[in-house]
């Protein structure tokens, strides 16, 4: 079934740099998107969230960004910091509150 | 915030013996709790949707009978792996969803839980 996916597998940045996360979906009848971020060892934590009514918004030093003409949003980190090293995934409602996950993107952030 | 914790966090066994973890909400009321599956570097996969007092329900491809979800409270939800093998090696993270929220936001993942089938 269609579910949501991402562009890059991994992110290396320069602490202090902006981050972009990119993350493509598939079903344009999706009206709600979160971004999670997952570090090493541990269950992924809830950053934030958009709904398809938003083209964008934003948070403590995190940004989403929606397009839905190309079914593409995107996570910009403000200030990469070392913390901020994780896998983020977008992802998707499938129904009944599930989730469909996509692949990921690994954020390596160098000293 | 709301705490989902899991228990153990991390198990090693046997080829063959079943293996129970527990997720519980720890100060807030789950009447839906989700179970995943994540292998090394990939995404998470939901294997089944636990509902508080009636049968969980599985995604296609995971086997019912290997395993068997039970959601016996409102804060407490067990997947027992039965008859484990080798491919049954991976990272097991639960979710809850608050009783009383409303939207994605409400929904808490516990830490996972790392099982080795030997």
């Not at chain 1, 009848?29 to 541990?42: H, P, T």
């Not at chain 2, 949707?49 to 407490?76: P, R």
């Amino acid at each position: 079934g269609e579910n949501v996916g991402l562009h890059l597998p991994t992110l290396s940045v320069q602490e202090g740099d902006n981050s972009i996360i990119n993350c493509a979906y598939s079903n344009s009848a999706s009206d709600y998107f979160i971004w999670y971020k997952q570090e090493s060892g541990k269950g992924p934590q809830f950053i934030i969230d958009i709904r398809s009514n938003m083209d964008k918004r934003q948070g403590q030093r995190v940004t989403v960004l929606l397009n839905k003409t190309v079914k593409h949003l995107s996570l910009q980190i403000a200030a990469t910091q070392p913390g901020d090293s994780a896998v983020y995934f977008c992802a998707e409602p499938i129904g009944d509150y599930k989730l469909s996950f996509g692949a990921g993107t690994t954020v390596t952030v160098r000293a | 915030g709301a705490v989902v914790s899991q228990h153990p966090s991390w198990v090693i066994c046997k080829s063959g013996t079943s293996v129970k973890i527990e997720c519980r909400s720890l100060d807030f009321q789950a009447t839906t709790m989700f179970w995943y599956r994540q292998f090394p570097k990939q995404s998470l996969m939901l294997m089944a949707t636990s509902n508080e007092g009636s049968k969980a329900t599985y995604e296609q491809g995971v086997e019912k009978d290997k395993f068997l979800i039970n959601h016996a409270s409102l804060t407490l939800s067990t997947l027992t792996v039965t008859s484990a093998h080798p491919e049954d090696s991976s990272f097991y993270i639960c979710s809850a969803r608050d009783l009383k929220g409303q939207g994605q936001e409400t929904q808490y993942f516990g830490p996972g839980t790392r099982l080795l089938v030997l």
